[in-house]
Every structure is written in structure tokens, then in C-alpha cells.
């Protein structure tokens, strides 16, 4: 639930701006115990000024998954053969729903 919160709180992309919001693990909480703000880390920052890749999609997230399948990845083990753990200090994914801002070469005419 904080997850969910924080980040519709915070600027995931702007248009104008091209603001990015990154979420990573700082710690681990303690196995199947809840997980609290100080177990992440999250930085905004400008976007990277680089290319777009010709085979990749510039995104504005709307929408990120927060549900109970993803806290058994918060443990060191999942105890699931078809998912992976976090890594601490790694990025934190899930699904979601976005808005394609920029396509790249390779894609136009696909969408």
C-alpha cells in the first residue's frame, strides 16, 4: 500500500520536463514482515538525454502493480520457482499501464 501511495505522489515522467522516479530496494525487511518506507530508496532526477534505441519504447507510467505476489520477493528466498528476488540497491518492477511518449524506428508503424 505505501508503494502504491508514494509513487502516485511522486513525478514518474513530465512531458516538458522528462523527470524520472526511481524506486530500489534499500534493505530487505524481515521475512514476510511488513514493508516499510525506510526499506527504499527513491531518487528523481532528469531523464537520461540519450537515444531513444531504435527497438524501445519511452513510457509515462499511469498505473504500477502493487499486490500480495509481489512481497515474497522482498525475502531473500522467494519460495517460488517463477519468480527471482530483489536485489538491494536494484530497481524495483512490477507491471503496469503507461503512455508511449516516443517511439523508437524500429516500431513505427506497429501501434
Known amino acids: 500500500m505505501f508503494l502504491r501511495h508514494r509513487l502516485a505522489a511522486a513525478p514518474l515522467v513530465r512531458r516538458c520536463a522528462r523527470q524520472v522516479t526511481t524506486v530500489s530496494l534499500r534493505q530487505r525487511p524481515a521475512p ?5 518506507p525506510h526499506h527504499f530508496i527513491v531518487e ?4 537520461s538525454p540519450s537515444l531513444l534505441a531504435p527497438d524501445a519504447l519511452r513510457c509515462r507510467t ?3 502493480s502493487v499486490d500480495p505476489f ?5 525475502n531473500e528466498e522467494t519460495g517460488v520457482e517463477y519468480t ?8 524495483i518492477s512490477s507491471a503496469g499501464l503507461g503512455e508511449v511518449l516516443e517511439v523508437g524506428e524500429a516500431l513505427r508503424g506497429m501501434f
Not at 44 to 47: L, N, Y
Not at 70 to 74: A, H, P, S, V
Not at 84 to 91: A, K, N, S
Open 62 to 64: 499511469l498505473f504500477l
Open 70 to 74: 509481489l512481497r515474497c520477493r522482498f
Open 32 to 36: 514476510n514482515s511488513t514493508v516499510e
Open 44 to 47: 528523481s532526477g532528469p531523464a
Open 84 to 91: 527471482q528476488p530483489y536485489e538491494v540497491g536494484g530497481l
